[in-house]
Nanobody, 123 residues
C-alpha cells in the first residue's frame, strides 16, 4: 500500500550508531534516485543523503553528516539504507525516505515519500 516504508528509528545515546532502512514498492526501483531527508524539531525538512540510480552512482551527503553517515541501495531488494555513526543530539529528527527521477534530488521534486521515523539521540 505504502510506496516507501522506513524502519530502524529509535532512541540512542550520543556516539552510538543506528541504521535506517527503507523498503520501496516502486517499479522500476532501479530508475529512481533515493534520498534521506530529516526534519529537526521546529525546523523545515532538509536533505541528509542521496544516491543516484546509475552504475557507479553519484552520492550526496549534507555537510553535517558527511563522514558519519553512509547511504547505500540494493536494487535487488528495492531498499536503501542509511548507516548512521557517532550520532549526536543535533541529529535528533524525523527521518524520511524519498524517491525521485531527477538528480540531484530536490525536496520539492521528489515523487514519493515515506511517512518518516523518529531518531532521538540523548546526551
Amino acid at each position: 500500500q505504502e510506496r516507501l516504508v522506513e524502519s530502524g528509528g529509535g532512541l540512542v545515546q550520543a556516539g552510538d550508531s543506528l541504521s535506517l532502512s527503507c523498503t520501496a514498492s516502486l517499479q522500476p526501483f532501479s530508475r529512481f534516485a533515493v534520498a534521506w531527508f530529516r526534519q529537526l524539531p521546529g525546523q523545515n525538512r532538509e536533505p541528509v543523503a542521496s544516491i543516484s540510480w546509475w552504475t557507479g552512482g553519484s552520492i550526496y551527503y549534507a555537510d553535517s553528516v558527511r563522514g558519519r553517515f553512509t547511504i547505500t541501495r540494493d536494487n535487488t531488494k528495492s531498499t536503501t539504507e542509511l548507516q548512521m555513526h557517532n550520532l549526536q543530539p543535533e541529529d535528533t529528527a524525523t527521518y524520511f525516505c524519498a524517491a525521485g527521477t531527477v538528480y540531484p534530488v530536490r525536496s520539492n521534486a521528489m515523487d514519493y515519500w515515506g511517512k518518516g521515523i523518529l531518531v532521538t539521540v540523548s546526551s
